[in-house]
């Protein structure tokens, strides 16, 4: 198998991971509630993370780096990933059907625009404008729509932690942005300096397990959602011969994750959310198209 071939295999595993992950916390969060979620999740991928980095790098170079790495800014990016980012969308799905609070979220990529401007000083194009209203309606489309399980509107909260959690995310990766870490080194010290914050608030808050089957939703979620996928992803792109080729994969995970949430969760999926979705990966598209120009 040639290199680019591989590029695309590893591409495609982690997006069809991906594309499970919103009906993995919907199903999960039938049996935990969010902050178990939270906290179970992000065991598992600290765990699943440092048996990784120990096998490539050592523990001795492991402990190193979180000796070195112990800095007013790392635990900011570890308060914000995985602890207030998480938390605050697991709570958005536990208050929204999936179909609603994944393509809410999914429109972190819009929002990064606007902190690259705000905090990094780049200029947004006529272009970017047009992209980010394009997102925002099906924002709106989303947020409005209804379908025949739930004619009632949105929950109005769910959707504010939704947009949140892209606002978070999207927050996160700008700060992230001057770091010279290997990625999954620095998503490892994340997770170290951001774990205590979600054991803190779990213990304080008092945990709730409605059934140990949740448990194997939350190791689902830390080792799919937060690691692995991570890992395949970096594959593909160390081994395609560019970005593009396998970047603009990236586009199918909101229309895979319906079809799941309406096979597996058994949502269905009004028409003014397909379009909304559209609406949200074409104001994306846009927009990486004129970052690329």
Request: avoid cysteine; hydrophobic fraction near 55%.
């Amino acid at each position: 198998m040639d290199t680019q071939r591989k590029a695309y295999l590893y591409g495609l595993i982690a997006i069809v991971a991906w594309s499970t992950v919103a009906s993995a916390f919907k199903i999960t969060l039938r049996f935990l509630d969010y902050s178990a979620l939270l906290f179970f999740s992000s065991l598992t991928s600290l765990v699943f993370l440092s048996f990784v980095l120990s096998a490539a790098k050592g523990f001795r170079f492991l402990v190193g780096e979180m000796k070195r790495g112990a800095t007013p800014l790392s635990f900011l990016l570890g308060f914000l990933n995985p602890f207030l980012y998480y938390l605050v969308l697991f709570k958005a799905y536990s208050l929204l059907p999936a179909r609603e609070a994944m393509p809410l979220n999914y429109t972190w990529p819009i929002v990064l625009v606007l902190f690259s401007a705000l905090l990094l000083g780049q200029k947004i194009s006529i272009k970017s404008i047009l992209a980010i209203i394009i997102s925002f309606l099906g924002v709106i489309l989303i947020a409005s729509g209804k379908s025949e399980n739930a004619p009632q509107n949105s929950n109005v909260f769910g959707v504010f932690l939704a947009l949140l959690s892209a606002i978070i995310w999207a927050l996160y990766w700008t700060l992230n942005v001057k770091s010279k870490k290997e990625p999954v080194l620095r998503l490892f010290l994340n997770f170290v300096y951001g774990f205590p914050f979600v054991a803190a608030y779990y213990f304080a808050r008092g945990h709730s397990i409605k059934s140990p089957s949740g448990l194997l939703g939350a190791l689902y979620v830390g080792i799919f959602e937060m690691g692995f996928t991570f890992l395949m992803w970096l594959q593909a792109l160390r081994h395609s011969r560019s970005t593009a080729l396998v970047s603009n994969l990236v586009y199918l995970v909101p229309f895979l994750s319906l079809l799941l949430i309406h096979l597996v969760v058994g949502e269905n999926i009004p028409a003014s959310t397909v379009l909304g979705v559209l609406l949200i990966v074409g104001g994306i598209i846009l927009q990486q198209g004129t970052k690329r120009r």
